[in-house]
């Protein structure tokens, strides 16, 4: 039972444009989403994430939205840059994060020169 | 800040030894630690959360008695795979969190486990 769901395993998108990574849920109980970023033979690198107190939240090229009727968030990084280019990853938790975390399958953002 | 870091980076292991995998937080008190295993083009699934100074909780289908966890103090777990069989070959990641800080998990770079 596959309850976060990241439908595209794979995304290309021309440098400097807009990445747009989307991640969909079936749990309501689901109140923290987070999203990673995971380099192959590496850790998952926190990114930012959202409570569903929340609709969006921003750090620098990271844009989180969170659409909670539709049980839905997305990810988008503007400009987009080569180094951008990895699995993203995202999760998510009930009581606000302070239990386990629950991950999608992953996308794979190539970002073209 | 907030570094977790994993020892050994690989390691290769006959069949039925045991390997220890360590989990270290650098720079923050880590009250829980989770374990999850990778397998190649696939999902993190996570193998069990273990709280400082008890006992670890582990997640369905995954075996109490093969894969010890330990958490005997704040900044350090271990996983121990105990008579590893070829199918345990996989990559192990550790993740940390202060429940006094941030709910974002931290994640260790992993361990690649290949067993022969």
């Not at chain 2, 993740?95 to 486990?113: K, V």
């Amino acid at each position: 039972d596959q309850q976060v769901k990241q439908n595209s395993p794979s995304l290309s998108v021309q440098e400097g444009r807009i990445s747009i990574l989307n991640c969909d849920y079936t749990n309501s109980m689901f109140d923290y989403f987070l999203w990673y970023k995971k380099y192959p033979a590496e850790g998952p690198t926190f990114l930012i994430s959202i409570s569903s107190i929340k609709d969006k939240n921003e750090d620098g090229r990271f844009t989180v939205f969170l659409n909670k009727s539709a049980k839905h968030l997305s990810l988008h990084i503007v400009p987009s840059q080569p180094g951008d280019s990895a699995v993203y990853f995202c999760a998510a938790s009930v009581n606000f994060g302070n239990e386990k975390l629950t991950f999608g399958t992953g996308t794979r953002l190539t970002i073209i020169p | 800040g907030a570094v977790v870091s994993q020892h050994p980076s690989r390691v290769i292991c006959k069949s039925g030894t045991s390997v220890k995998i360590e989990c270290r937080s650098l720079d923050f008190q880590a009250t829980t630690m989770f374990w999850y295993r990778q397998f190649p083009k696939q999902s993190l699934m996570l193998m069990a959360t273990s709280n400082e100074g008890s006992k670890a909780t582990y997640e369905q289908g995954v075996e109490k008695d093969k894969f010890l966890i330990n958490h005997a103090s704040l900044t350090l777990s271990t996983l121990t795979v105990t008579s590893a069989h070829p199918e345990d070959s996989s990559f192990y990641i550790c993740s940390a969190r202060d429940y006094r800080g941030p709910p974002e998990q931290f994640f260790g770079p992993g361990t690649r486990l290949t067993v022969l």
